[in-house]
Nanobody, 131 residues
């Protein structure tokens, strides 16, 4: 079974940076789509950055130029890996719980940021941007 564990959240001032990590285990296929999502209080979960393993990354317009998702770095036995989200120039509106998510197989570019496409979710890590 896939397990996803996020870490790296915290309190940061506007304009600051954070790097989130997602440790994934139970990887049993080389074909997957993987990404970062967030949910602010009272709002729906929204896609931040994601990609089909063999395709380009897609970013939400609100984070383009500020957030960068790494490539998924696999262990030697390909059973686990790590995904990062580097977040720069953070704004108060970036405050949310951040989740990583995975689904086996291809997700088209137009649906990569749709949370309904993903099956496996981590528990989330809180990011608060405030002075």
């Amino acid at each position: 079974e896939v397990q996803l564990v996020e870490s790296g959240g915290g309190l940061v001032q506007p304009g600051g940076s954070l790097r989130l990590s997602c440790e994934a285990s139970g990887i049993r296929s080389s074909a997957y789509s993987l990404g970062w999502f967030r949910q602010a209080p009272g709002k729906e979960r929204e896609g931040v950055a994601a990609n089909w393993r063999f395709g380009p990354q897609r970013y939400a317009d609100s984070v383009k130029g500020r957030f960068t998702m790494s490539q998924f770095t696999m262990s030697q036995d390909n059973s686990r890996g790590t995904l990062y989200l580097q977040m720069n120039s953070l704004k108060p509106e970036d405050t949310a719980i951040y989740y990583c998510a995975l689904v086996w197989g291809f997700v088209s570019s137009g649906r990569l940021l749709d949370a309904n496409e993903y099956r496996y979710w981590g528990q989330g890590t809180q990011v608060t941007v405030s002075s």
